[in-house]
């Protein structure tokens, strides 16, 4: 009898990509074979997300346009917006089963099993935030949580709802983890979280974020290390220090001439450059905080990439206030923004706030601080140019067979000539021109 088929789509952040293979490793264990979200499947899980109002709707639409593919076929939802408004996902007539993240680690309970019981030493370890993975199926970066939920309560977000207080994965895990994925291949390790810069508040005696990327650095095996996103007030001087010296520290990597194993790349929410703004989204710093940290980074390394967050739209921002907050981030020594339009989500406190901004405002900002987005990762890409770095190569690139296309240590993508056999691996590339914030080089011997 054939196995039965299962798919898997994943809306949102890192964090559900992580846990996304969490959910495909215990299904492969229980003897599912993973196909396409397109493909005809028996069953679907969707890992849904609630961060917008349109992430929510997005996540509705899909569930309907699932169902159609095969009538006959089991819809799971789980994720942030099956944890924090369930009813919503099981009013649709589409879906069969609505679970909360708690039980993302426990698919067993809740799908059919499969009619081949699979091996015992198939069965993945588990940590305190569910089953530890093996590989990221397509993906050279490998995504590792360390840790989950927020205490703070900033007015606009809904994460600690979903997510609930912050808790960390013992140190002793995260690197059973790591050793994993890097038994497995991964050239790189992302450590990722709700709120990242709190790892190990929660746990007497454990390593904080610093002791963390120490231990991390220090094991043989390991190629590479980044950060994912750390509040402005979690970033210590001892942190900076570790990142502009590559994780390096007080002795030199040997075994890694040139740079060491950490990659030079921040980022840090801002979401406003308006201190009125700031403080109705309880923000805990103002602009001035703010511009002293990316500076004291810049002075560190001054290759080092600072991408930043920024919220436009926040009710009762002005015309002034938003001109505050284009012309704080035009002086700041970014690399990129992400930016975000302004959602209302039921149950934060910004949400009952007045003077809600026009959502045509809300787009124009929001076109106005992509195209600085824009600029300022042109112009860091093109300080580049010259320059030796070192990468991580991905895929062949859509346009050749022959082209490469790769991820420097300092978040900016480019593109060499090579073969094959290099995908997955870390090379040194020469940097002969950037174009548009792409770099362009050639492989170093």
Same mark, same amino acid.
């Given at each position: ?135 990221? *199926? ?133 979401? *406003? ?8 989204? =309880? ?149 002969? =021109? ?12």
């Amino acid at each position: 009898m054939a196995r039965p088929t299962a798919a898997i789509k994943t809306l949102g952040c890192k964090l559900n990509q992580f846990e996304s293979q969490q959910m495909r490793e215990q299904l492969e264990a229980l003897g599912y074979c993973i196909v396409p979200f397109e493909a005809v499947a028996d069953l679907y899980v969707i890992n849904s997300c609630t961060v917008t109002t349109r992430t929510a709707r997005d996540c509705r639409q899909l569930c309907r346009r699932t169902k159609r593919l095969n009538p006959e076929s089991l819809l799971l939802v789980t994720g942030c917006y099956a944890q924090v408004t369930p009813e919503q996902l099981e009013q649709i007539a589409a879906t069969d089963i609505v679970i909360g993240n708690a039980a993302r680690g426990r698919l067993a309970q809740f799908v059919p099993p499969a009619d081949t019981a699979p091996p015992t030493d198939l069965l993945p370890p588990y940590a305190e935030t569910g089953p530890m993975i093996r590989a990221i *199926s397509g993906h050279t970066r490998a995504f590792v949580k360390v840790q989950e939920g927020c205490d703070a309560h900033c007015a606009y977000c809904i994460i600690p709802l979903a997510r609930g207080a912050s808790r960390s994965v013992p140190a002793g895990d995260v690197i059973k983890q790591v050793n994993l994925l890097v038994a497995a291949g991964c050239p790189e390790i992302v450590l990722i979280g709700t709120h990242l810069g709190q790892y190990g508040a929660d746990r007497d005696g454990d390593a904080d974020l610093s002791g963390l990327v120490r231990a991390l650095c220090e094991l043989p095996d390991l190629l590479r290390l980044r950060l994912s996103s750390i509040e402005p007030r979690e970033i210590t001087d001892g942190l900076i220090e570790i990142v502009a010296a590559g994780g390096r520290c007080l002795e030199a990597d040997s075994s890694r001439p040139g740079r060491g194993k950490l990659c030079r790349h921040w980022h840090i929410p801002m979401q *406003s450059g308006c201190d009125e703004i700031l403080q109705c989204m =309880n923000r805990p710093y103002d602009t001035s905080f703010y511009r002293s940290l990316i500076e004291r980074i810049k002075l560190t390394q001054p290759d080092t990439a600072i991408g930043a967050d920024v919220i436009v739209g926040f009710p009762g921002e002005t015309d002034e206030q938003f001109e505050q907050t284009r012309a704080f981030i035009e002086s700041l020594p970014l690399s990129y923004l992400h930016v975000f339009t302004y959602s209302a989500r039921p149950g934060t406190t910004a949400a009952r706030m007045p003077d809600q901004v026009p959502g045509q405002v809300r787009k124009e900002r929001n076109h106005i601080l992509r195209a600085i987005s824009e600029r300022k990762r042109a112009a860091f890409a093109n300080n580049m140019v010259g320059k030796q770095l070192e990468v991580v190569i991905e895929q062949f690139t859509e346009a050749s067979d022959n082209e490469l296309s790769a991820i420097t240590d300092n978040y900016l993508r480019a593109e060499v000539a090579g073969s094959p056999e290099l995908i997955g691996s870390i090379a040194k590339i020469q940097v002969t =021109n950037a174009h548009g914030g792409m770099l362009h080089g050639e492989l170093v011997e």
